[in-house]
């Protein structure tokens, strides 16, 4: 995932305001500081000088705050949309066969249901976890400017939380990786449904539809469950590290102010920065977690994306196929449970042929064994002297056109549906419509 995050033409510019963001919210203890200060002092002219300063730090806090906030909306927009376009891209890379036998609510839920984690839980802590160390940077820099010694105690209790990632972090991989999976099934099992839904209403299933439907909600709710309590066991031992770091340093200040080594105003610093201290500890560590919860789901869609058009990589592109020679072929989808077999014949460009069989013959796998398909077959299949395999299928596809028993229909208009999105004249779509005698009944349907 990280070249989407650095290949973006946003994201110089993005984390450089994002670190003036995260300064700023450091630099606003300094100006307590000073106008705490200056107030016991008593001089009016410190607290004057001071004021005009936090004005005209409003001004360029609010305008980086306003500049951060609209680059990141570009920044994860550009992020994501780069990585759909890939995994759309390598999708439709790979053979028919591949798709066909995966389950097409696994690629739904990844594009519907994954990506979203990977936006919210990688994207969104990747940014979280560099802001918060910015702050935690420059808060301890200017802690060890006021007083040493508190920003030492401070430093090494930041440590702390460095034992939650390694005690909870494998165990919200595992959780938040059975919670997408069960919502994989999840679709699956509504995408059956609402396919075979005449078949449901016709053959009475509504009762057995229902009581399923609650089994695999019940997984779901069951596996969100789960991630739930994972993430709140974390959250919890973070709060309780927060709380202890806070009192702990709050309580070495007040022996320093007793000291008198250390201002009233140094200590209201030391306070607000300690919780520029704690926060961001705790931000890169939840920010940490939810990244590593990601951890799987990255790899399956990564893997899918390096593996799409892997097939046929490097073949040829078909030239003009004047026969096609089938020597010998026999074609099973299972073991032991052939659908052809012995089949040899030739096919010869300019002829017309006629494949007659009774239904679950084989006479459809027969075509899609020629276009490609199906690997797996015994015999040979040869288009004119060279062997089937040794070209691409998206190349098969540009040559050879296929006319299914099973048509989809697109939602969109009937013109798209027709030309599939290509540019075709208006007159030529005409001479179509009339030709498939469609012309009547769009004008039924009140259709230009």
């Given at each position: 995932?990280?070249?989407?995050?650095?290949?973006?033409?946003?994201?110089?510019?993005?984390?450089?305001?994002?670190?003036?963001?995260?300064?700023?919210?450091?630099?606003?203890?300094?100006?307590?500081?000073?106008?705490?200060?200056?107030?016991?002092?008593?001089?009016?002219?410190?607290?004057?000088?001071?004021?005009?300063?936090?004005?005209?730090?409003?001004?360029?806090?609010?305008?980086?705050?306003?500049?951060?906030?609209?680059?990141?909306?570009?920044?994860?927009?550009?992020?994501?949309?780069?990585?759909?376009?890939?995994?759309?891209?390598?999708?439709?890379?790979?053979?028919?066969?591949?798709?066909?036998?995966?389950n097409r609510a696994e690629y739904?839920?990844?594009?519907?249901?994954?990506?979203?984690?990977?936006?919210?839980?990688?994207?969104?802590?990747?940014?979280?976890?560099?802001?918060?160390?910015?702050?935690?940077?420059?808060?301890?820099?200017?802690?060890?400017?006021?007083?040493?010694?508190?920003?030492?105690?401070?430093?090494?209790?930041?440590?702390?939380?460095?034992?939650?990632?390694?005690?909870?972090?494998?165990?919200?991989?595992?959780?938040?990786?059975?919670?997408?999976?069960?919502?994989?099934?999840?679709?699956?099992?509504?995408?059956?449904?609402?396919?075979?839904?005449?078949?449901?209403?016709?053959?009475?299933?509504?009762?057995?539809?229902?009581?399923?439907?609650?089994?695999?909600?019940?997984?779901?709710?069951?596996?969100?469950?789960?991630?739930?309590?994972?993430?709140?066991?974390?959250?919890?031992?973070?709060?309780?590290?927060?709380?202890?770091?806070?009192?702990?340093?709050?309580?070495?200040?007040?022996?320093?102010v007793i000291a008198g080594k250390?201002?009233?105003?140094?200590?209201?610093?030391?306070?607000?920065?300690?919780?520029?201290?704690?926060?961001?500890?705790?931000?890169?560590?939840?920010?940490?977690?939810?990244?590593?919860?990601?951890?799987?789901?990255?790899?399956?869609?990564?893997?899918?994306?390096?593996?799409?058009?892997?097939?046929?990589?490097?073949?040829?592109?078909?030239?003009?196929?004047?026969?096609?020679?089938?020597?010998?072929?026999?074609?099973?989808?299972?073991?032991?449970?052939?659908?052809?077999?012995?089949?040899?014949?030739?096919?010869?460009?300019?002829?017309?042929?006629?494949?007659?069989?009774?239904?679950?013959?084989?006479?459809?796998?027969?075509?899609?064994?020629?276009?490609?398909?199906?690997?797996?077959?015994?015999?040979?299949?040869?288009?004119?002297?060279?062997?089937?395999?040794?070209?691409?299928?998206?190349?098969?596809?540009?040559?050879?056109?296929?006319?299914?028993?099973?048509?989809?229909?697109?939602?969109?208009?009937?013109?798209?549906?027709?030309?599939?999105?290509?540019?075709?004249?208006?007159?030529?779509?005409?001479?179509?419509?009339?030709?498939?005698?469609?012309?009547?009944?769009?004008?039924?349907?009140?259709?230009?």
């Amino acid at each position: 995932m990280r070249k989407y995050l650095l290949k973006n033409k946003f994201v110089l510019p993005y984390f450089i305001l994002l670190t003036a963001d995260a300064v700023n919210v450091s630099l606003m203890a300094v100006l307590l500081k000073q106008t705490l200060d200056a107030a016991i002092s008593g001089e009016i002219g410190e607290l004057k000088r001071t004021t005009v300063m936090i004005i005209l730090f409003l001004f360029e806090y609010s305008l980086v705050s306003w500049g951060t906030r609209t680059l990141k909306t570009y920044y994860i927009s550009d992020v994501m949309s780069a990585l759909k376009r890939d995994l759309m891209s390598a999708v439709l890379r790979k053979p028919v066969l591949h798709f066909s036998d995966k389950n097409r609510a696994e690629y739904v839920s990844i594009f519907n249901n994954d990506l979203k984690l990977i936006e919210e839980k990688y994207i969104n802590s990747v940014i979280l976890c560099f802001r918060s160390s910015v702050i935690l940077l420059v808060s301890l820099a200017i802690m060890i400017r006021i007083e040493p010694l508190v920003s030492a105690a401070a430093i090494v209790l930041s440590f702390l939380p460095g034992l939650i990632p390694k005690l909870y972090g494998r165990k919200l991989a595992v959780s938040t990786e059975g919670f997408s999976e069960q919502l994989k099934q999840y679709n699956q099992f509504i995408g059956d449904v609402f396919s075979g839904f005449e078949v449901v209403k016709n053959y009475s299933m509504e009762k057995t539809i229902q009581e399923r439907h609650g089994d695999k909600n019940s997984r779901v709710e069951d596996g969100r469950k789960e991630m739930g309590r994972r993430k709140a066991e974390a959250d919890v031992f973070t709060n309780f590290i927060a709380v202890g770091m806070q009192f702990s340093v709050f309580v070495i200040s007040g022996f320093f102010v007793i000291a008198g080594k250390i201002t009233a105003g140094d200590v209201l610093a030391i306070t607000q920065l300690m919780n520029k201290v704690v926060n961001p500890v705790f931000d890169i560590v939840d920010g940490r977690n939810n990244m590593l919860s990601t951890k799987i789901i990255g790899q399956n869609i990564r893997k899918i994306i390096q593996e799409g058009g892997a097939e046929g990589g490097n073949r040829r592109e078909i030239p003009d196929v004047r026969k096609i020679e089938l020597s010998d072929v026999s074609f099973s989808y299972s073991r032991g449970n052939e659908v052809l077999s012995g089949i040899s014949l030739t096919l010869e460009k300019g002829k017309k042929y006629a494949v007659v069989g009774e239904s679950g013959g084989g006479k459809s796998t027969l075509v899609k064994l020629i276009l490609g398909y199906y690997s797996g077959y015994k015999g040979t299949i040869f288009y004119d002297d060279r062997d089937r395999s040794d070209y691409a299928q998206e190349s098969i596809f540009r040559y050879f056109s296929l006319i299914s028993q099973s048509v989809y229909l697109f939602e969109a208009s009937v013109g798209n549906n027709i030309s599939l999105w290509q540019d075709i004249p208006g007159e030529e779509m005409d001479a179509v419509i009339r030709q498939v005698h469609l012309d009547e009944t769009l004008r039924k349907k009140g259709c230009d």
